[in-house]
């Protein structure tokens, strides 16, 4: 009975939580009907004006010994979840990059430093910096703060440091997904990043978000056309730190 309660008092308190707050969430990412890796994403205050993000992403079984990925990836933003710098260390096959974006507000540029590991050379490149840019993190965290409603479409200034675009996302319906043990209504939107947009590669992003205060993206998929296909990540785990 206590036990029951205690339950309960839980699931009500998450159903309570409105976005932005402290949090983890961990997904699995899914490839051909195989577990390809497991991202983690944790979301904490650095202090009332800013929040830290860390993601983790880490290849998992076949995929593993095909093409190993082990990435740690750090962000700095604004309570608006504009970007103040980010850092990734992302070892993939054989390539071994770090890679700072730092956006100088004096200056207004966005500066991008990347260092090939292995091969000892360094590329730095520079940006006209608009009065806030996300990265993709941070824009999906401003998505998750601006509910759009099926039909609408909203554009966000994203950069990765080479490119900065007005992202289009469109809020295309609602659909049922099933993650962590449990059925969530959601929305469904597609971010227009590929196609030489922000990425050179041909491509399409969905997103699905829960329809409700927390609007937890519970799924990605992204179909990247032969021979990688489509890939699917899905919510394992969230959790309100």
């Excluded at 050379?121 to 409603?149: F, H, K, M, Q, W």
């Excluded at 227009?192 to 329809?211: A, E």
């Excluded at 992204?222 to 296909?229: A, E, K, S, V």
């Amino acid at each position: 009975m206590i036990a029951g309660v205690v339950i309960w008092q839980i699931t009500t308190l998450a159903q309570q939580l409105t976005f932005p707050y402290p949090e983890r969430l961990t997904y699995r990412v899914e490839w051909r009907l195989v577990t390809a890796g497991n991202i983690t994403v944790q979301q904490r205050r650095g202090n009332a004006q800013e929040w830290n993000i860390n993601m983790n992403i880490e290849s998992a079984g076949l995929v593993s010994r095909l093409y190993r990925v082990l990435d740690s990836y750090k962000a700095v933003t604004n309570d608006r979840f504009c970007m103040v710098n980010t850092f990734l260390d992302a070892q993939e096959g054989k390539k071994h990059t770090i890679t700072r974006l730092t956006f100088d507000t004096g200056r207004r540029k966005i500066v991008y430093d990347e260092k090939d590991v292995l091969r000892n050379t360094n590329r730095r490149e520079e940006l006209d910096d608009p009065p806030c840019a996300y990265d993709i993190i941070g824009a999906l965290a401003a998505l998750r703060s601006v509910p759009v409603a099926p039909g609408g479409i909203t554009t966000l200034p994203i950069t990765n440091g080479k490119r900065l675009v007005m992202g289009k996302i469109r809020a295309q319906q609602k659909e049922n997904i099933s993650a962590t043990g449990s059925n969530y209504s959601c929305v469904r939107y597609q971010a227009y990043l590929f196609d030489d947009v922000l990425y050179k590669r041909k491509g399409t992003l969905l997103i699905w978000l829960s329809d409700d205060s927390r609007r937890l993206p519970v799924q990605f998929q992204l179909h990247l056309g032969f021979p990688i296909g489509t890939i699917t990540i899905g919510l394992v785990k969230d959790e309100s730190l």
